[in-house]
Nanobody, 124 residues
Framework: QVHLVESGGGLVQPGGSLRLSCEVS????????MGWFRQPPGNERQFVAA????????VYADSVKGRFTISRDNAKNLMFLEMDNLNAEDTAVYYC?????????????????WGQGTQVTVSS
């Protein structure tokens, strides 16, 4: 059983920054692939960013490329999403996810464990 807990969401003004964290606990040794997804109001869950076990391979959605940075600290069982230059379209519930794979995963169906989500609201 794997347990994921997100934190760091909140209200931020356009152009501002936030750093999301995802703490991983439980039987984590077989879950090398991790990622972030988001679900805007009234929309389906969408891919944001993904990272492999070592952190040497990352993938981003076009909408966040150059503004968001995904990283992980395996020694502390933590994953992060640094979000800069936020805009209203980034408003959503953000979820972290973990999956059994040696490569990055970019679709909802590929992930096996999910956190409960953290709200990010970008508004002036």
């Amino acid at each position: 059983q794997v347990h994921l807990v997100e934190s760091g969401g909140g209200l931020v003004q356009p152009g501002g920054s936030l750093r999301l964290s995802c703490e991983v606990s439980g039987r984590t040794f077989r879950l090398p692939a991790m990622g972030w997804f988001r679900q805007p109001p009234g929309n389906e869950r969408q891919f944001v960013a993904a990272i492999n076990w070592s952190g040497g391979s990352t993938v981003y959605a076009d909408s966040v490329k150059g503004r968001f940075t995904i990283s992980r600290d395996n020694a502390k069982n933590l994953m992060f999403l640094e979000m800069d230059n936020l805009n209203a379209e980034d408003t959503a519930v953000y979820y972290c996810a973990a999956g059994y794979s040696a490569v990055v995963l970019t679709t909802v169906a590929e992930y096996t464990s999910w956190g409960q989500g953290t709200q990010v609201t970008v508004s002036s």
